[in-house]
């Protein structure tokens, strides 16, 4: 019930295109569900992040939607650039309980073509 | 203002041997957390430190351990090494009070290899 699904594993998109990632939880406690994006090297950085009383939000070319009854959410990346290549996490918390515990999906690899 | 600092960035260990790795949260940051990321199993939490206290912990065996310290850095060790642990070892921090803008940022990682 901890788990948090994500799919697919990796993704190939030309430059423009719309990739889209999806996740998917149990945990009905879960209140907090940011996505990671992480170069190579580095660590995870905050990409965007929603609470479940949003449907959708938007920042930038990336935008998450977020459907509370079927407990999935998943990112789009609008006009994708070849530096949008890297690895994405979508994750997953209860965060009104202001721990720092996050469950992480097992991550997506993008590769955008030029 | 400064991120989140680890160090080593690279470490080569023996099976047997601890390691001790260090994190440097961000100013005025007072949660440290502590993630495993390796290919198979992915981003794992490990543990976190609030006030020099575990506040959580996740699923990992007594060898990985950690504290921290009255200015919120904070350490994590593994004891008696085994191949398995070798993987990227990240730190984040969080601010004080949980926002849905702004929390979790992670350091670079430490990589940690075991031979």
């Known amino acids: 019930q901890q788990q948090v699904k994500q799919s697919p594993q990796s993704l190939i998109v030309q430059k423009g295109g719309i990739p889209i990632i999806n996740c998917a939880y149990e945990?009905?406690?879960?209140?907090?569900f940011p996505w990671y994006q992480q170069f190579p090297g580095k660590g995870p950085a905050l990409l965007i992040a929603?609470?479940?009383?949003?449907s959708e939000k938007k920042e930038g070319r990336f935008t998450i939607s977020f459907n509370k009854s079927a407990k999935q959410f998943s990112l789009h990346i609008m006009d994708s650039q070849p530096g949008d290549s890297a690895t994405y996490f979508c994750a997953a918390s209860i965060g009104s309980s202001n721990t720092g515990k996050l469950i992480f999906g097992q991550g997506t690899t993008l590769q955008v073509k030029p | 203002k400064a991120g989140v600092t680890q160090t080593p960035r690279y470490l080569i260990k023996t099976r047997g041997q601890q390691v001790t790795l260090s994190c440097s949260p961000i100013s005025g940051h007072r949660s440290v957390s502590w993630y495993q990321q390796t290919p198979g199993q992915g981003l794992q939490f490990l543990f976190e430190?609030?006030?020099?206290?575990?506040?959580n912990k996740g699923n990992f065996p007594g060898r990985f351990s950690g504290r921290q310290f009255s200015n919120s850095r904070s350490e994590m060790n593994v004891s008696t090494l085994e191949l398995g642990d070798s993987a990227l070892y990240l730190c984040?921090?969080?601010?004080?009070?949980?926002?849905?803008?702004?929390?979790?940022?992670f350091g670079p990682g430490t990589r940690l290899l075991v031979l």
């Open positions: 929603i609470r479940p009383d949003v």
């Open positions: 430190y609030f006030s020099e206290t575990q506040r």
């Open positions: 945990n009905t406690a879960f209140d907090y």
């Open positions: 984040a921090s969080s601010p004080p009070l949980f926002d849905y803008q702004e929390t979790q940022y």
